[in-house]
């Protein structure tokens, strides 16, 4: 039998136990309100874009880390597979599974420590960075990154999908940069840490976090989090620009950001998405490109840059900075539109972008296809998120194709959830196999998201 065939299989008998037996056993753990299937299953059947839907066997809510080693004790005594999920805010169907258990982490949420004198903080891994934001700026501290997606994405689901977000663009905008530690579960119930605590990234000895960031769940379920954490800024402050084109707008975003001390970060986004959204909520007179540049630092600086930005590219003042800076995670914009939505992210090297954007405007126009585009700006590269908000079956469809002609420019999917597995396979074979290996070593039984790599 195919190792990642085993689980499955294993679990269509739930190893002859009726599934009523199995949920008595899960709700002596957690109690009624903690254990869900039948309809009750519904909210997880979709993520928070799609309507593709799956149809979990049960979603468990352990709200410590005791009560997980108990459930994973008995997923394995019944043979059945655990996907985590935090927020939902994933991009490619990662926390979704059918006929299987979802482990719903929002339980775990307790902010453990904010040390400042050591700079860190330490969470469980479902704190939102709503959550971490809120207790930071009372200490006039800040982790100073957020998911493009939405402040109530989990630390946990952003690490797991190696979240690159809005954040100090010199620190490179990667979760990377500010853990310090993880705590991880793994499916035989040991509990690992990967780094340490006092010390920053990769500071001292062997270091197994990178194992863990973008292992989408594969690996095991990451359950306390420590990050470093900075002085907030004094001052914040933002720049809306409008570009004619998206080779103007990205020469501009590159040469000015090189020069700007304050700047902390900047995107982009066509005129689609503004259309779609924001033009509307805005009343504003956007241009074919907009995008915006995010200052913080001293007021004096703060104040003195922006003027120096607004003077250079001629914008009029305005108060459509702020506003559009609250439009800056995708979720926020999507939710306005009419589900569903088909999200697809790519990183590809800044010079590359425009051609990148060019194909994939082309693909859309020979199908007729309407697309959205917000571009993360991160100095050599950016993150493309491409949203379909109409024809989904077509949009599917031609995934595959943009996601070879990207890979053919140089850039590349960020995603594997439960679509890019196929994209990986093909064009970094030794990748696929050294995680599948990795997979054998670190979850042997396959108990962890076992669709994934198939
Ligand atoms: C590969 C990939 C790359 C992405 N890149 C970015 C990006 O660069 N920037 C950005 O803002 N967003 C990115 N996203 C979307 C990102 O997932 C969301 O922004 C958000 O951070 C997810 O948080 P969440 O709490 O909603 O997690 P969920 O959507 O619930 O889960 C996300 C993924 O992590 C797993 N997971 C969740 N919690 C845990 C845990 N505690 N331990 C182990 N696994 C867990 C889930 O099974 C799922 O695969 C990416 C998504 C994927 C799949």
Redesign the pocket.
């Given at each position: 039998m195919p190792f990642s065939m085993a689980f499955i299989l294993n679990f269509t008998s739930v190893r002859g136990m009726s599934l009523n037996e199995v949920y008595a056993d899960f709700v002596k753990i957690l109690g009624y309100e903690n254990v869900l299937r039948g309809d009750y299953v519904q909210p997880y059947s979709v993520?928070?874009y799609t309507r593709s839907v799956v149809k979990p066997t049960f979603i468990l809510k352990p709200a410590s880390v005791q009560q997980l080693l108990q459930i994973l004790s008995l997923a394995r005594k019944y043979g059945m597979s655990i996907?985590?999920?935090?927020?939902?805010?994933?991009?490619?169907m990662?926390?979704m599974v059918s006929d299987g258990i979802i482990i719903d982490?929002t339980r775990l949420n307790e902010i453990l420590e904010v040390n400042d004198e050591n700079y860190t903080i330490t969470v469980q891994?479902?704190v939102?960075f709503e959550d971490i934001n809120e207790k930071l700026t009372l200490k006039r501290l800040s982790v100073d990154l957020e998911?493009?997606?939405?402040p109530?994405?989990?630390i946990?689901?952003?690490?797991?999908?190696?979240?690159?977000?809005y954040g100090l663009l010199r620190h490179g905008c990667s979760v990377l940069n500010i853990i310090r530690d993880l705590e991880?579960v793994l499916s035989d119930g040991t509990i690992i840490h990967t780094g340490f605590k006092n010390l920053p990234f990769g500071k001292a000895g062997y270091n197994l976090t990178s194992l863990?960031i973008?292992?989408?769940?594969l690996f095991?379920?990451?359950?306390e989090v420590t990050l470093s954490v900075f002085p907030a800024p004094e001052t914040v402050a933002s720049v809306a620009l409008n570009f004619s084109s998206i080779e103007d707008g990205l020469n501009f975003l590159g040469d000015i950001t090189k020069r700007l001390t304050t700047a902390h970060s900047a995107f982009m986004m066509n005129a689609t998405f503004k259309d779609n959204i924001i033009r509307n909520a805005l009343k504003y007179p956007f241009g074919e490109f907009s995008g915006l540049i995010r200052l913080e630092g001293s007021r004096e600086e703060v104040e003195w840059e922006k003027d120096s930005v607004e003077n250079l590219c001629g914008t009029s003042k305005n108060n459509i900075d702020e506003d559009l800076w609250n439009y800056r995670f995708l979720y926020h914009v999507i939710r306005e539109l009419n589900y569903p939505v088909l999200i697809d992210?790519y990183i590809i090297p800044v010079k590359k972008s425009a051609e990148a954007y060019n194909v994939i405007r082309e693909i859309a126009a020979r199908e007729k296809l309407n697309f959205m585009t917000h571009f993360?700006y991160l100095g050599s590269n950016i993150?493309l998120n491409l949203m379909y908000v109409d024809d989904i079956r077509k949009a599917y469809s031609l995934e595959k194709e943009i996601d070879e002609a990207i890979n053919l420019i140089g850039g590349r999917p960020?995603?594997?959830?439960l679509r890019r597995v196929e994209v990986m396979k093909k064009t970094s074979p030794c990748l696929f196999n050294l995680l599948s290996e990795i997979k054998r070593v670190l979850d042997g039984i396959n108990l962890f998201?076992p669709n994934?790599l198939l």
């Open positions: 993520d928070k996907t985590p999920r935090g927020g939902g805010f994933d991009l490619a990662g926390s982490l891994c479902g939102t998911p493009i997606t939405s109530e994405a989990t946990g689901g952003f690490i797991a999908s190696h979240g690159i977000g991880v863990m973008g292992s989408e769940g095991g379920i990451i359950t992210d993360l993150v960020l995603t594997i959830g998201c994934k």
